[in-house]
């Protein structure tokens, strides 16, 4: 009989580091889940790895996995799908792992499929053989399986993942797709633009210096731009061309720091109409995750954890942590995100009922579905919205180009006539 050392999880999600005595690693993990504890890390004494642990910096052979690049969602969502499917049938979990790598086209998703199975059979948990692939499984997805595995409802536990990750994707395409007509309707409108100052105007210029007309405000104002973007150094075209390529990399570069993204994310917040939609899709996106989460058995520090980290906002991040401290000292969790301020009070008032009546991830659900259906609506309306607003902007920017152009023409004409 040998001694393994382990760190493991207790249900208000504290750290435990201890040791126990089992024949075999897989005795050891039964041990201390019987202890109910969620086992994190466990190694035979003497530097004895257990089976299926992978070294450091080393691979398998045969797995293949390649080190850039991830799996899409959508891969796998459909993975969760069979497997679930696989284990509600009663099939075992190697089998079920090896029968999933066959179907797999060849890529990333089949080699890790390889790598899992070769360490569920060397004897590790599949949320342990998960959670060495990053690319493929995030925390959130590792931590939901543990869960199922520890309670004996993976398949159950499988099905909600699925399902959770279809909302999300659902939810981030509406978003996504709303802003997909604006950005097109004005690359072309800076296009056409463009064409004018590059084409247009200088033939106008042209033909106003052979007449020696005096030139109005408005038309010397728009040669100005149009000298500005062609014979400029560096020339306006290329400004317009490299600046949205330079913002992108440094919100990239702000974003690095948490700090930055804090910054970042709570200005993206106070946006008009866009702001909202973006609040409305983060409260959306971190109480369906928390209730999943408290829902598959999932102590609540550790869920606020994982919830923070994928929260995907900094600014609602770091009101989660703050939940976290304020339960871990004995609060509730309905009073610091109510001191936070970051969520309506509809929100706040929903969880404080969840608390005192024992379902709290019933109430989180129930908020996230309510917040999908108002972010369905505040993207309907803001299309609506952008229709005549970009109409208005156009209109009146041809308008400014052809009043421009024309002024000079009409006192010129006048000037022959007399």
Not at 33 to 49: A, D, Q, S
Not at 314 to 319: G, H, Q
Not at 333 to 342: D, I, Y
């Amino acid at each position: 009989m040998g001694t393994f050392t382990y760190e493991a999880m207790n249900r208000d999600g504290q750290s435990v580091k201890a040791e126990v005595s089992a024949i075999s690693s897989e005795e050891a993990l039964s041990k201390i889940r019987n202890l109910g504890l969620f086992p994190t890390r466990i190694r035979e004494k003497g530097g004895k790895k257990k089976p299926g642990e992978a070294v450091a910096g080393k691979k398998k052979k045969g797995g293949g996995t390649i080190a850039f690049g991830k799996v899409g969602q959508k891969t796998v969502v459909q993975f969760t799908r069979q497997l679930s499917t696989l284990q509600d049938a009663g099939l075992p979990i190697l089998r079920s792992l090896q029968i999933l790598h066959e179907q797999q086209k060849p890529g990333l998703m089949r080699n890790i499929l390889h790598d899992v199975a070769d360490d569920v059979e060397g004897g590790a948990t599949l949320s342990e053989a998960f959670a060495k692939h990053p690319k493929g499984f995030n925390r959130l997805y590792v931590n939901m399986v543990a869960a199922g595995e520890t309670g004996g409802v993976l398949d159950v536990i499988l099905q909600r993942l699925a399902e959770f990750m279809e909302k999300s994707q659902r939810l981030k395409r509406k978003v996504t797709g709303a802003m997909v007509y604006p950005i097109c309707v004005i690359s072309f409108a800076v296009g056409i633009v463009a064409g004018i100052m590059i084409v247009v105007v200088p033939k106008f210029e042209e033909i106003f210096r052979d007449f020696g007309t005096t030139l109005p405000s408005v038309t010397k104002m728009l040669i100005g731009v149009a000298n500005w973007f062609v014979k400029a150094s560096p020339p306006g075209w290329a400004v317009l061309l490299v600046s949205p390529i330079a913002l992108v990399l440094v919100l990239k570069l702000v974003r690095q720091s948490k700090g930055g993204r804090y910054v970042a994310d709570a200005a993206s917040l106070k946006i008009p109409v866009l702001g909202q939609i973006l609040e409305k899709t983060s409260v959306a996106r971190f109480t369906r995750t928390l209730g999943t989460l408290i829902n598959a058995g999932v102590p609540i520090l550790e869920a606020i954890n994982i919830t923070k980290d994928t929260s995907g906002n900094e600014v609602y991040a770091r009101a989660l942590g703050s939940v976290h401290d304020a339960i871990r000292e004995g609060d509730s969790f309905a009073n610091p995100l109510r001191s936070s301020k970051v969520c309506d009070s509809i929100v706040v008032n929903m969880i404080d009922v969840g608390e005192e009546t024992g379902d709290l991830d019933k109430m989180l659900m129930k908020v996230a579905d309510n917040y999908d259906e108002e972010v369905d609506i505040l993207v309907g309306s803001l299309v609506s919205l952008l229709e005549p607003i970009l109409v208005v902007c156009l209109g009146t920017l041809v308008g400014f180009i052809v009043v421009a152009l024309f002024l000079p023409l009409v006192s010129l004409i006048e000037s022959v006539s007399g």
